[in-house]
């Protein structure tokens, strides 16, 4: 029974020590957020036309309609 009472108090023991080590580090430095940049106008490149389309249905897979 000392046993006992002696390992529950040396566990409470040291989770309020480390309660205690956690809640005192100290806090980081908290730095302001940057400026916002101003947008800039991106070009974007004119695509090329899509290739024509062929109606053949190649690569269907479905052929239960042909």
């Known amino acids: ?3 006992i009472r002696k ?3 040396a566990f409470v023991a040291l ?3 480390a309660v205690g080590a956690t ?3 100290p806090q980081k430095d908290q730095k302001p957020p940057p400026p916002p940049r101003e947008k800039q106008d991106v070009p974007k490149p004119d695509k090329p036309p899509p290739p024509p389309r062929n ?3 190649g ?3 479905d ?3 042909h």
Do not use: I, Q
């Open 23 to 25: 809640a005192v580090e």
């Open 55 to 57: 109606n053949d249905n």
């Open 1 to 3: 029974m000392n046993f």
């Open 59 to 61: 690569n269907r897979g």
């Open 63 to 65: 052929k239960k309609n």
């Open 15 to 17: 989770c309020a020590l």
């Open 7 to 9: 390992s529950t108090l």
